[in-house]
């Protein structure tokens, strides 16, 4: 009787291998069979890989560079072959087929196992070949071969995804359950669908009922924004730019914000102003920052409206203007942006842009410093130290100013420093 698959691969490459071989042993119940000890003489090993092979009905090859200069590995790839059995290539590391190996066996499947969508494929095939394997944990970074809904079901998937997002928002008399947004998520991104997809990275960026793990979120996101998911796209540039499970690189994260920015994703032509302004990915070049802060702000985006607002107040990348930057700063305050909403302080009590009035300075200071903003509390905790447009109160001023210093407010410490009370 034929048992189920048989793993070929390089010694050299057994660590990975017997991960992956775990992994799909927990995962699917399904017994996977591969040398892990050794035989030692030359002709015990071929005996027993050829009872092996003629035992198993899947082959899963593991293709590393290392598997395609193996004499064994290959040896037991072309017995496999001669034998009909089913074969499918595994890629546990980035490598390209030598021009032999490619000859022979460019027309079998293959599987990146670090994409997490070709990881679901294969599991969606592993419980289809042997009829219906139920799955006893999860495969990391994929949803249980259970979960599947039907291949090229688009609708079914859009049904999943929208019961997801009702238990990730809390919303349609839904009760917020992140443990089961990601399951959902995860059976309509087995789907292909793209949101679903980008989703899933989100869950593992941010621990939301899975255990964080930013690099796994990395790969989903890049998954969904090779597909040409817009926020899949912005969220794999964020990335990028921060170094957040990816290693920090400038010219990819500009790359992902341009292709997000062509569609019109508010947050991703901001941050295309950003790697302008500050030279990341491509040269320093605050006039064009300043114009693609402007589009996002006209979008709405609340950080490029703080942006452009900033450019207009300093005279960066364009003339000084202090009317448009109090115009900008307070449609950002407006939107909750606490940085702003002290700029709107900050012009009202010098009459930047807008008529002077220390009074109402004071109360957007106050609102922004309610918000945990630095340069609000101090300068909230200045003006009520030395009674300037608001009520004298020392006591309460030096209040603000220590939570400013708190954060790190330089000319808050060195305040302290020098009236202690």
């Known amino acids: 009787m034929e048992k189920e698959i048989f793993i070929s691969y390089s010694r050299r490459d057994f660590s990975k291998v017997k991960t992956i071989k775990d992994t799909i042993d927990q995962a699917m119940g399904i017994?996977?069979?591969m040398d892990i000890d050794g035989i030692e003489s030359g002709e015990q090993f071929k005996n027993v890989i050829i009872k092996a092979i003629n035992e198993h009905n899947t082959i899963l090859f593991m293709l590393s560079s290392h598997s395609m200069q193996s004499e064994w590995a290959l040896d037991e790839l072309d017995f496999a072959k001669r034998k009909g059995k089913r074969i499918v290539m595994i890629y546990i590391e980035p490598c390209d087929m030598t021009d032999e190996f490619y000859f022979s066996y460019h027309k079998?499947?293959?599987i990146d196992w670090s994409n997490p969508i070709q990881r679901n494929k294969l599991m969606t095939n592993l419980g289809s070949w042997f009829g219906g394997a139920q799955p006893v944990q999860k495969l990391?970074?994929?949803?249980n071969a259970a979960d599947f809904t039907k291949p090229g079901d688009p609708e079914g998937a859009q049904e999943t995804y929208s019961l997801a997002w009702n238990y990730y928002?809390?919303?349609n008399g839904v009760s917020r359950d992140y443990e089961e947004a990601f399951r959902l998520f995860?059976?309509?991104?087995?789907?292909g669908h793209a949101d679903s997809i980008n989703y899933v990275g989100i869950c593992y960026c941010n621990g939301y009922g899975v255990a964080q793990n930013k690099e796994e979120g990395s790969k989903w996101y890049l998954c969904a924004a090779e597909m040409g998911n817009k926020f899949g796209q912005y969220n794999i540039g964020w990335n990028y730019y921060n170094g957040a499970g990816i290693s920090k690189n400038y010219s990819e994260a500009l790359r992902w914000f341009l292709k997000a920015a062509a569609q019109n994703h508010s947050a991703a032509i901001n941050y295309v102003g950003i790697c302008y302004n500050n030279g990341c990915g491509i040269k320093q070049d605050r006039q064009e920052a300043a114009k693609w802060y402007l589009k996002a702000a006209e979008m709405g985006d609340k950080f490029a409206q703080y942006n452009i607002a900033w450019d207009y107040y300093k005279g960066v990348g364009v003339r000084l203007n202090y009317k448009e930057a109090y115009h900008w700063f307070l449609k950002a305050a407006e939107q909750g942006h606490a940085g702003a909403t002290n700029y709107v302080?900050?012009?009202l009590f010098n009459g930047h842009g807008v008529e002077q009035n220390m009074?109402?300075?004071?109360?957007?200071?106050?609102?922004?410093?309610?918000?945990?903003?630095p340069f609000a509390q101090y300068n909230l905790g200045y003006n009520l130290y030395q009674g300037i447009g608001i009520l004298y109160n020392p006591e309460k001023g030096l209040e603000w100013i220590r939570k400013a210093a708190e954060q790190g407010h330089t000319s808050a410490k060195e305040f302290l420093a020098t009236h202690r009370r």
């Open 345 to 347: 302080g900050v012009c």
């Open 108 to 110: 079998y499947d293959t």
């Open 186 to 191: 995860n059976k309509a991104a087995a789907q």
């Open 140 to 143: 990391p970074g994929t949803a």
């Open 359 to 373: 009074t109402k300075a004071n109360e957007w200071y106050e609102r922004a410093a309610e918000m945990g903003e």
């Open 31 to 33: 017994d996977c069979w």
């Open 169 to 171: 928002s809390g919303s």
